[in-house]
């Protein structure tokens, strides 16, 4: 997300931008990392420009990584003045999106494309037809959602004649409404009813692969101050601690270890270029959470008691 420089933090040298990609880039697959997750808003398309021009330049080769990006998502003021914030699923964006995408990310397919956010207005039989031309022109290989919900996913799946193959969405320690949703109880939240319920167990039996992004619940579990007042960060952020201090790895590997020990085998999406920062989360690869553990965790950052 930040491989175009992260402006919040005044970042618009071109040549320590694409410094901080490249060392990000070499220790990630150093480390055996070789999924990359981009989105053709990032950094107004720049994420993608400096991905491509450090892949070129470090003679990557294409068929050792995997490349996936997201479209959908249109900013107020684009392309007219008075346009408004928006979600388009229309065929004509799909199609420009993903050849702008093509273009930044200097290569000539996408392993695989999501749906950023649910377009209110989308028509499942015209994005099929966008996918269908896509898939059989091998600019993109397979096709996933972010942030939908499993009636939503429904609507789509009937109208492809291929699966999706991810719905990446919001899930770490401090967002646990996916899994609280299977927690029967009638003071849980979200609420009994709310349509994301049921949202792994869907994935799970429809062969979905769950994509987290903000997996390290934006590092204030891992040493990041709080942006916030939230009571439930200080005292599972001890409980990460105390568990990366048993297990001898760095909190982070905690952070994540917590949701690859989920059975729904989900696949968190970091989104650091800080390279001790990324070995740091890759730790959590030798780091198996016992049930107990995961539970105290859950509970912590839950921040409340289980029914």
Request: hydrophobic residues 40%; aromatic residues 6%; proline residues 7%.
């Amino acid at each position: 997300m930040h491989f175009g420089g992260n402006r919040n933090l005044g970042e618009t040298d071109n040549g320590e931008i694409l410094r901080k990609g490249r060392t990000a880039l070499e220790t990630a697959l150093q480390l055996g990392i070789n999924f990359f997750d981009h989105a053709d808003i990032y950094g107004g398309g720049e994420s993608e420009s400096v991905f491509g021009k450090l892949i070129e330049e470090m003679r990557v080769q294409r068929d050792s990584i995997l490349i996936q990006t997201k479209c959908g998502i249109r900013f107020a003021g684009e392309p007219h003045n008075d346009d408004p914030h928006r979600y388009d699923f229309s065929e004509e964006h799909i199609l420009r999106s993903v050849e702008n995408s093509l273009r930044r990310l200097r290569t000539d397919r996408i392993d695989i494309l999501l749906l950023h956010r649910p377009d209110a207005l989308m028509e499942p039989e015209e994005i099929a037809a966008a996918f269908t031309k896509l898939r059989s022109s091998g600019k993109v290989r397979a096709f996933g959602v972010s942030n939908h919900t499993p009636a939503q996913m429904d609507l789509l799946r009937d109208a492809l004649p291929f699966p999706l193959v991810a719905n990446q969405v919001e899930i770490n320690l401090l967002k646990t409404s996916l899994i609280d949703a299977g927690i029967v109880s009638a003071g849980r939240e979200p609420a009994p009813g709310h349509p994301a319920d049921g949202s792994l167990e869907y994935h799970r039996r429809h062969r979905i692969i769950t994509q987290a992004w903000a997996p390290l619940a934006y590092g204030y579990l891992s040493g990041r101050k709080p942006g916030t007042d939230d009571p439930r960060i200080k005292p599972a952020a001890a409980l990460v601690q105390e568990l990366a201090d048993a297990h001898g790895v760095p909190p982070e590997a905690i952070v994540i270890a917590w949701l690859l020990r989920h059975p729904a085998k989900i696949h968190p999406i970091i989104g650091t270029r800080d390279p001790d920062r990324i070995r740091a989360c890759a730790r959590a690869t030798d780091v198996r959470l016992n049930r107990e553990q995961w539970y105290r965790l859950y509970i912590a950052g839950r921040g409340a008691p289980l029914p």
